[in-house]
């Protein structure tokens, strides 16, 4: 595996979500998401879908507060029912990206945003690792 193009790649894309993020709000399951995200430099609104509403209710005041939102919920079962919920529920009324979601799913090495942090200090790490050993040999 190419950890040096994948770290690459997901760090443009990251760079993206934070510059997307002070004008757009990320929707997340929880509070570790939203640690991780910030860890990684994300400044910007980030709100989560475990609030205490139900997922009717959370929708519809998503739906009165905003005209977009960066839709950001974990690429595994779970988190694929609650965007596909999410974004059916604000059809018509909100802009939901999926962009992001999508390329972390596809690209990154873990099935959830709260290892996204973890994630991009594992590769960095074997890219430094790499790196050192290709100067000694």
Known sequence: MDYKKSFDELEKVLFELIEENKKIPIVVEGDKDVFSLRKLGVTGEIITTNSGLSIIDFC???A???KEI?????????GGFICHTIQRNLQGRVKCNLYYRELF???AMTKTVEGLYSWFNTIKEKIE???KNFIKG
């Open 60 to 62: 519809d005041k998503i």
């Open 64 to 66: 009165k507060d905003y």
């Open 70 to 78: 960066i839709l950001l919920t974990d690429w595994d079962k779970k």
């Open 129 to 131: 690792f790499n790196n």
């Open 105 to 107: 799913a596809i690209k």
